[in-house]
Structures are given as C-alpha cells and as structure tokens.
C-alpha cells in the first residue's frame, strides 16, 4: 500500500495536529507547517503529493501560496480550508487552481475525499 504524504499548511497547531490525526487515520502521512512560507522553505517539495491551506495566515496567506506555488512549477493539487468563507475568496481560490474550497470546522469525510478526488 503507497502511503501519500500530504503538506498541512496552517498557522494553528491544534489544527495541524487535528489533520495530522485524520490523515494517519485514512492511511497517509502528513507533514505541519506554520506558514506558507515554510512550506516553500521545504527541502522536498516533490515528495508532497497535495497541499491543504488555511486561506488567512500570517504572512502569506493560501491565496499567495497558490500563486507562488504556480509561478515555482509546483504541480502538487491545493485544497484551500478556511473559517470565514465567501463567495469571493471562494471563486478566486478556484480560479487560481484550487481543487476544492472547504469550510472550517471541515467535515472529514470531505476532506479525505476531496484529497482522493485531487491525487486521482
């Protein structure tokens, strides 16, 4: 069995750890950065097979990060998460090549399915 590791990109640690635990839970690996910025810092981008990001960080926020990622050639599939959802962050997030736009507390069962969904 191919265990997949997925970056968890969000400024809180309880939620890092709350995806962390989801993810081992559904047989895959997950590995926590504190901000955009670390996980563009990261040694092995290529060993990532998916990203998830709170939308409002410090910093960078997940809107930057896509674009960012974009402009490195990073091709690993975003999956945006945030606690104050609108139509607007909703729709540019999808324009900038989000997979799927997920609201925080995120339901579990969407997640691991929009993360199935995204790595095909």
């Given at each position: 069995?191919?265990?997949?590791l ?50 409002h ?6 809107l ?16 945006m ?40």
């Amino acid at each position: 069995m191919q265990s997949y590791l997925v970056a968890i990109v969000d400024d809180d640690p309880g939620v890092r750890g709350s995806l962390h635990s989801l993810l081992r839970s559904a047989g895959m690996e997950g590995v926590g950065f504190g901000s955009a910025e670390a996980l563009l810092a990261c040694e092995d981008p290529g060993a990532l097979v998916c990203i998830l990001t709170d939308l409002h960080m410090e910093g960078m926020s997940g809107l930057d990060l896509q674009v960012e990622m974009r402009r490195r050639h990073w091709a690993q599939p975003v999956i945006m998460m945030t606690a104050y959802p609108t139509a607007t962050a909703r729709r540019r997030a999808l324009e900038e090549g989000a997979h799927a736009f997920l609201t925080k507390p995120v339901d579990p069962d969407c997640l691991l399915e929009a993360i199935d969904a995204a790595i095909g």
